[in-house]
Protein backbone atom coordinates (compact mmCIF):
# COMPACT_ATOMS: atom_id res chain seq x y z
CA UNK A 1 0.00 0.00 0.00
CA UNK A 2 2.85 2.43 1.05
CA UNK A 3 4.91 1.98 -2.48
CA UNK A 4 1.28 2.57 -4.12
CA UNK A 5 0.49 5.25 -2.48
CA UNK A 6 3.91 7.19 -3.47
CA UNK A 7 2.93 7.10 -6.95
CA UNK A 8 -0.02 9.06 -6.43
CA UNK A 9 -0.12 12.73 -6.72
CA UNK A 10 -1.71 14.63 -3.61
CA UNK A 11 -5.22 14.76 -5.97
CA UNK A 12 -5.28 11.04 -5.99
CA UNK A 13 -4.43 10.41 -2.21
CA UNK A 14 -7.76 12.97 -1.83
CA UNK A 15 -9.60 11.00 -3.87
CA UNK A 16 -8.89 7.99 -2.33
CA UNK A 17 -10.33 8.95 0.66
CA UNK A 18 -13.58 9.45 -0.95
CA UNK A 19 -16.31 6.32 -1.49
CA UNK A 20 -19.04 7.47 -3.96
CA UNK A 21 -22.84 5.91 -4.38
CA UNK A 22 -23.26 3.09 -6.33
CA UNK A 23 -26.08 1.22 -7.32
CA UNK A 24 -26.91 -2.05 -10.17
CA UNK A 25 -30.56 -0.84 -11.06
CA UNK A 26 -30.50 2.71 -12.33
CA UNK A 27 -29.19 1.52 -16.06
CA UNK A 28 -26.61 2.65 -18.80
CA UNK A 29 -26.66 6.33 -17.04
CA UNK A 30 -25.67 5.82 -14.04
CA UNK A 31 -22.92 3.87 -14.85
CA UNK A 32 -21.31 5.85 -17.03
CA UNK A 33 -21.26 8.64 -14.52
CA UNK A 34 -19.82 6.04 -11.79
CA UNK A 35 -17.14 5.06 -14.29
CA UNK A 36 -16.43 8.41 -14.89
CA UNK A 37 -15.12 9.01 -11.77
CA UNK A 38 -13.50 6.38 -11.49
CA UNK A 39 -11.53 7.08 -14.48
CA UNK A 40 -10.99 10.62 -13.93
CA UNK A 41 -10.33 10.52 -10.23
CA UNK A 42 -9.28 7.04 -9.14
CA UNK A 43 -11.94 7.23 -6.11
CA UNK A 44 -10.93 4.87 -3.27
CA UNK A 45 -14.55 3.00 -3.25
CA UNK A 46 -18.05 2.60 -4.08
CA UNK A 47 -21.08 2.09 -1.53
CA UNK A 48 -23.70 -0.05 -3.07
CA UNK A 49 -27.21 0.82 -2.35
CA UNK A 50 -30.22 -0.93 -4.45
CA UNK A 51 -29.98 -3.61 -6.92
CA UNK A 52 -29.35 -6.97 -7.40
CA UNK A 53 -26.75 -9.37 -6.43
CA UNK A 54 -25.75 -11.10 -9.42
CA UNK A 55 -25.77 -7.36 -11.65
CA UNK A 56 -23.52 -6.20 -8.19
CA UNK A 57 -21.15 -8.33 -8.51
CA UNK A 58 -20.87 -8.22 -11.99
CA UNK A 59 -20.73 -4.44 -11.95
CA UNK A 60 -18.13 -4.52 -9.39
CA UNK A 61 -16.09 -6.70 -10.96
CA UNK A 62 -16.38 -4.36 -14.50
CA UNK A 63 -15.76 -0.81 -11.64
CA UNK A 64 -12.66 -3.01 -10.74
CA UNK A 65 -11.37 -3.40 -13.91
CA UNK A 66 -11.01 -0.01 -14.65
CA UNK A 67 -9.74 1.31 -11.47
CA UNK A 68 -6.29 2.44 -11.69
CA UNK A 69 -5.81 1.14 -7.74
CA UNK A 70 -8.39 -1.50 -6.33
CA UNK A 71 -11.77 0.08 -4.70
CA UNK A 72 -12.40 -0.71 -1.55
CA UNK A 73 -16.35 -2.00 -1.98
CA UNK A 74 -18.88 -1.29 0.69
CA UNK A 75 -22.46 -1.64 1.23
CA UNK A 76 -24.76 -1.13 4.54
CA UNK A 77 -25.97 -4.61 5.05
CA UNK A 78 -26.88 -4.41 8.38
CA UNK A 79 -29.27 -7.33 8.53
CA UNK A 80 -27.45 -9.16 5.21
CA UNK A 81 -27.77 -8.26 1.43
CA UNK A 82 -31.80 -8.72 1.63
CA UNK A 83 -31.36 -4.99 3.19
CA UNK A 84 -30.74 -3.68 0.25
CA UNK A 85 -30.92 -6.04 -2.52
CA UNK A 86 -33.49 -7.88 -4.60
CA UNK A 87 -33.87 -11.87 -4.78
CA UNK A 88 -31.77 -12.30 -1.28
CA UNK A 89 -33.30 -13.20 2.22
CA UNK A 90 -33.23 -10.90 4.85
CA UNK A 91 -32.12 -11.86 8.10
CA UNK A 92 -34.08 -10.94 11.60
CA UNK A 93 -33.15 -7.09 12.07
CA UNK A 94 -30.58 -6.18 15.36
CA UNK A 95 -33.64 -5.77 18.28
CA UNK A 96 -34.59 -9.31 17.25
CA UNK A 97 -31.52 -10.60 17.89
CA UNK A 98 -31.13 -8.70 20.87
CA UNK A 99 -33.97 -10.32 22.18
CA UNK A 100 -32.22 -13.69 22.61
CA UNK A 101 -29.61 -15.20 25.30
CA UNK A 102 -27.40 -16.45 23.18
CA UNK A 103 -24.30 -14.83 22.03
CA UNK A 104 -23.09 -17.49 19.72
CA UNK A 105 -26.14 -16.77 17.84
CA UNK A 106 -24.75 -13.01 17.34
CA UNK A 107 -21.61 -14.67 15.93
CA UNK A 108 -23.25 -16.95 13.42
CA UNK A 109 -25.28 -13.96 12.49
CA UNK A 110 -22.02 -11.81 11.64
CA UNK A 111 -19.98 -14.95 9.84
CA UNK A 112 -23.57 -14.63 7.88
CA UNK A 113 -23.16 -11.29 6.96
CA UNK A 114 -19.92 -11.69 6.27
CA UNK A 115 -20.47 -14.48 3.71
CA UNK A 116 -22.69 -12.49 1.92
CA UNK A 117 -21.18 -9.63 1.10
CA UNK A 118 -17.60 -11.30 0.56
CA UNK A 119 -19.47 -13.79 -2.04
CA UNK A 120 -20.17 -10.59 -3.61
CA UNK A 121 -16.93 -8.99 -3.62
CA UNK A 122 -17.90 -6.74 -0.38
CA UNK A 123 -14.68 -5.80 1.69
CA UNK A 124 -16.40 -3.38 4.35
CA UNK A 125 -20.21 -3.67 5.96
CA UNK A 126 -21.41 -0.47 7.89
CA UNK A 127 -22.50 -2.91 10.62
CA UNK A 128 -22.98 -3.54 13.04
CA UNK A 129 -25.47 -0.90 15.09
CA UNK A 130 -23.72 0.03 18.45
CA UNK A 131 -26.74 2.76 19.08
CA UNK A 132 -28.28 1.90 22.78
CA UNK A 133 -31.92 2.15 22.23
CA UNK A 134 -33.20 4.20 25.15
CA UNK A 135 -35.75 6.28 23.71
CA UNK A 136 -38.96 4.72 23.06
CA UNK A 137 -39.66 7.87 20.48
CA UNK A 138 -36.66 6.93 18.31
CA UNK A 139 -37.90 7.02 15.06
CA UNK A 140 -34.37 6.02 13.04
CA UNK A 141 -32.95 3.31 15.08
CA UNK A 142 -35.52 1.79 17.49
CA UNK A 143 -35.48 -2.25 15.51
CA UNK A 144 -32.04 -1.42 14.57
CA UNK A 145 -30.25 -1.37 17.64
CA UNK A 146 -29.72 -4.73 20.05
CA UNK A 147 -31.65 -3.11 22.84
CA UNK A 148 -31.47 -0.34 25.83
CA UNK A 149 -28.87 -2.73 27.69
CA UNK A 150 -25.33 -1.58 27.47
CA UNK A 151 -23.47 -4.97 27.99
CA UNK A 152 -26.03 -6.70 25.83
CA UNK A 153 -25.35 -4.16 23.04
CA UNK A 154 -21.64 -4.29 23.75
CA UNK A 155 -21.28 -8.10 23.24
CA UNK A 156 -23.71 -8.76 20.72
CA UNK A 157 -22.49 -6.35 18.36
CA UNK A 158 -18.52 -7.55 19.51
CA UNK A 159 -19.75 -10.93 18.52
CA UNK A 160 -21.56 -10.15 15.25
CA UNK A 161 -18.14 -7.86 14.29
CA UNK A 162 -16.05 -10.94 14.87
CA UNK A 163 -18.24 -13.41 12.83
CA UNK A 164 -18.01 -10.94 9.99
CA UNK A 165 -14.24 -10.09 10.20
CA UNK A 166 -13.28 -13.72 10.40
CA UNK A 167 -15.23 -14.07 7.00
CA UNK A 168 -12.95 -12.05 6.14
CA UNK A 169 -15.13 -8.64 5.60
CA UNK A 170 -14.30 -5.17 7.70
CA UNK A 171 -17.34 -3.77 10.77
CA UNK A 172 -18.24 -0.72 11.44
CA UNK A 173 -19.40 0.48 14.61
CA UNK A 174 -22.04 2.74 14.14
CA UNK A 175 -24.19 5.50 14.55
CA UNK A 176 -22.71 7.58 17.06
CA UNK A 177 -22.86 7.72 20.85
CA UNK A 178 -26.60 9.38 21.81
CA UNK A 179 -28.08 8.37 18.64
CA UNK A 180 -30.50 5.89 20.03
CA UNK A 181 -31.83 8.92 22.48
CA UNK A 182 -32.98 11.62 20.11
CA UNK A 183 -36.60 11.95 18.13
CA UNK A 184 -34.87 12.84 15.33
CA UNK A 185 -34.61 11.06 12.13
CA UNK A 186 -30.91 11.99 11.24
CA UNK A 187 -31.81 11.02 7.21
CA UNK A 188 -33.96 14.36 7.31
CA UNK A 189 -32.70 16.63 9.70
CA UNK A 190 -29.65 17.17 12.42
CA UNK A 191 -30.04 15.60 15.62
CA UNK A 192 -29.00 16.96 18.93
CA UNK A 193 -27.87 15.46 21.60
CA UNK A 194 -28.48 17.23 25.08
CA UNK A 195 -26.22 15.29 27.23
CA UNK A 196 -23.46 15.65 29.04
CA UNK A 197 -19.45 14.16 28.59
CA UNK A 198 -20.60 11.76 31.24
CA UNK A 199 -23.79 10.74 30.83
CA UNK A 200 -22.70 10.09 27.40
CA UNK A 201 -19.51 7.97 28.78
CA UNK A 202 -21.63 6.17 31.64
CA UNK A 203 -24.22 4.51 28.64
CA UNK A 204 -23.66 5.46 25.09
CA UNK A 205 -19.70 5.02 24.71
CA UNK A 206 -19.42 2.05 25.92
CA UNK A 207 -20.69 -0.36 23.92
CA UNK A 208 -18.27 1.68 20.90
CA UNK A 209 -15.14 0.92 23.72
CA UNK A 210 -15.75 -2.59 23.93
CA UNK A 211 -15.08 -2.72 19.79
CA UNK A 212 -13.08 -0.95 19.81
CA UNK A 213 -11.29 -2.75 22.05
CA UNK A 214 -12.31 -5.86 19.97
CA UNK A 215 -10.75 -5.00 17.38
CA UNK A 216 -13.50 -3.64 14.76
CA UNK A 217 -11.98 -2.83 11.55
Not at 1 to 27: C, F, K, M, Y
Not at 138 to 164: C, H, W
Amino acid sequence: ADSVLQTLTPEQRIAQLLIIRAHSNLGPGHVQQVSHLIRTYNVGGLCFFQGGPVRQAQLTNYYQSIARTPLLITIDAEWGLGMRLDSVQPLPRQLMLGAVTDAELAYAYGRVLGQQCRRIGVHVNFAPVADVNNNPNNPVINDRSLGEDKYKVALFATQITRGMQDAGVMACAKHFPGHGDTETDSHYDLPVINKSKAQLDTLELYPFRELFQAGVG
